[in-house]
């Protein structure tokens, strides 16, 4: 008797951390091949720009950042009266740990930038000229 209830507690166990873990990918519901295997490929809008206590959304229309297939990403910005713009960089992404890695050219300069993606959002944080940016995503 105390065998089994040990093994159905230890099956409630696991249970318990693969319905969690799936629920912390924030795995879309559309049943597609892609949304169960890579539930990070997605377009992904900044919802805060700031520059030090400069509101950098108040000068665009949009900044995004989308991940396609084959570790390729494509960074989108349009400023407010101006033109879209866009960029590709790479990309990597550990599923175990949801840890992406993106690397793109600015200015003709690699940059590239570690974050975590946990419930579909993402921020990232550098220190430019001294005044910290701060640019935080949320996959659309």
Not at 81 to 91: A, H
């Amino acid at each position: 008797m105390k065998r089994k209830l040990s093994l159905i507690c230890a099956v409630c166990a696991v249970l318990i951390l693969v319905l969690s873990s799936l629920a912390a990918c924030s795995v879309p519901t559309d049943g597609s091949i892609k949304s169960i295997t890579k539930p990070y490929i997605a377009e992904y809008e900044c919802v805060e720009a700031r520059l030090g206590n400069l509101d950098l959304l108040e000068k665009y229309d949009y900044i995004t950042i989308t991940l396609l297939e084959k570790s390729e990403m494509l960074v989108s910005f349009k400023p407010k009266n101006g033109e879209k713009k866009s960029f590709k960089g790479e990309y990597t992404v550990n599923p175990e740990t949801r840890e992406f890695t993106g690397t793109a050219g600015i200015f003709g300069a690699p940059v590239k930038e570690k974050v975590k993606i946990e419930n579909g959002s993402f921020t990232i944080t550098r220190t430019v000229l001294a005044t910290p940016l701060i640019l935080k995503f949320r996959m659309k």
